[in-house]
């Protein structure tokens, strides 16, 4: 869908990767991704460890992969704080900010669905947890094929109105905050009309769903600019931002005194050589 698109279709995609998505802010996001995933992961172990309402043989499986990913994110975010690294491998960095941030957007549903376990919700609110975050993945789906038709329409270009455009996005934004709205009040009314005596409990849960779904919809919203930036990485060289000459110089700096070291033993060995020659 974006093979005929040329490199200037993508000028303000250009412009965030040398300012808010450039290869040494990029970094900033993974270590608060991972200091966020975290700590979800850390509410979600302690509370199905300890809580004697959570039952489910699911929770030990999902803490596991939790962890799993925790650990991967934590290696990720150290490989690139090197500046190295970060600006020699910036197709793998967008690659995974596409991916992270899709991890993120979901992190906090897993403490909601325990909450809803410890605190033996109804089945609707978990019901509409489900349908609201199917809701955030078909937006999510929405707002990528928006993107790739505003490249196709030039709005992207130098004159261009952007990817976003809020003025005539109206359509576009209020849609998920009808949908979520909508979903939010269904669910608060069934709760009053079935537990009234419960329903102060069921606000904390009411607050972690409305967590859920504010993230989820504003990183759908958000999303497709990490992706056409991944595929501008991928398409056009121009979109690599280039290493400042400090880290150059220092590589070969480095390669320079192996090479210096390399040639001194060579002469030391010719120098062993000849005087053993020398006492034969």
């Known amino acids: 869908m974006l093979k005929q698109c040329s490199e200037e279709d993508f000028y303000k995609i250009d412009i965030v990767s040398i300012d808010r998505l450039s290869p040494d802010r990029i970094p900033v996001f993974f270590w608060a991704a991972f200091i966020i995933s975290g700590i979800m992961t850390a509410v979600v172990n302690f509370g199905s460890g300890y809580s004697i309402y959570v039952n489910n043989p699911i929770w030990p499986i999902i803490v596991k992969v939790l962890i799993a990913f925790l650990v991967i994110q934590f290696i990720v975010a150290v490989f690139f704080t090197s500046e190295k690294n970060y600006y020699k491998y910036q197709k793998l960095q967008c690659v995974l900010l596409s991916i992270f941030s899709l991890k993120l957007s979901v992190d906090i549903y897993p403490v909601y669905f325990l909450l809803c376990e410890d605190r033996d919700a109804p089945n609707f609110m978990t019901t509409t947890a489900i349908f609201l975050a199917l809701g955030g993945l078909i937006y999510l789906i929405i707002s990528t094929i928006r993107g790739i038709k505003r490249v196709q329409k030039g709005e992207l270009r130098k004159d261009g109105r952007?990817?976003?455009?809020?003025?005539?996005?109206?359509?576009?934004?209020?849609?998920?905050?009808?949908?979520?709205?909508?979903?939010?009040?269904?669910?608060?009314?069934?709760?009053?009309?079935?537990t009234p005596n419960n329903f102060g409990t069921m606000i904390e849960l009411f607050f972690f769903l409305f967590l859920c779904v504010s993230l989820q919809y504003a990183i759908a919203f958000a999303w497709p600019e990490f992706f056409l930036l991944t595929y501008c990485k991928f398409r056009f060289e121009s979109f690599h931002v280039p290493m400042p000459n400090r880290l150059k110089d220092s590589g070969n700096s480095h390669s320079g005194n192996k090479q210096t070291k390399q040639t001194k033993m060579n002469k030391k060995d010719t120098r062993k050589k000849r005087a053993g020659g020398r006492k034969r």
Do not use: C, D, E
């Open 162 to 194: 952007g990817l976003y455009n809020f003025k005539q996005s109206k359509a576009h934004v209020s849609l998920p905050i009808i949908f979520g709205a909508t979903m939010l009040g269904g669910a608060i009314v069934r709760t009053l009309s079935n």
